[in-house]
């Protein structure tokens, strides 16, 4: 495997996973009451502590992008 392949799938990773990340957030903002509602099905959650829940795994998922898919995308650009 070559150092193109890698920072190729990389760059297609982090595509991948910013745009799950964008549709989340839309979703979250367009369809929030029948997000909470089918969650609250599940899990007893009051509304701010739902929005804390998405809010933080939201970022916790984007952290993830970053040091996972970005970072090393990054130093392999600046390495090669």
């Known amino acids: 495997?070559?150092?193109d392949v890698?920072?190729?799938f990389l760059f297609w990773?982090?595509?991948i996973n910013y745009a799950i990340l964008i549709v989340w957030a839309c979703?979250?903002?367009a369809a929030h009451?029948?997000?909470y509602r089918l969650h609250g099905r599940w899990f007893?959650?009051?509304p701010e502590t739902f929005d804390g829940v998405m809010?933080?795994?939201m970022a916790v998922y984007k952290i993830g992008i970053m040091l996972f898919n970005l970072v090393p995308l990054a130093a392999?650009?600046?390495t090669t």
């Open 76 to 78: 392999l650009y600046l």
């Open 55 to 57: 809010y933080g795994a």
């Open 1 to 3: 495997m070559t150092l």
């Open 27 to 29: 979703v979250f903002l």
């Open 6 to 8: 890698i920072k190729e």
């Open 13 to 15: 990773c982090v595509g």
């Open 33 to 35: 009451d029948w997000l």
């Open 44 to 46: 007893k959650l009051s």
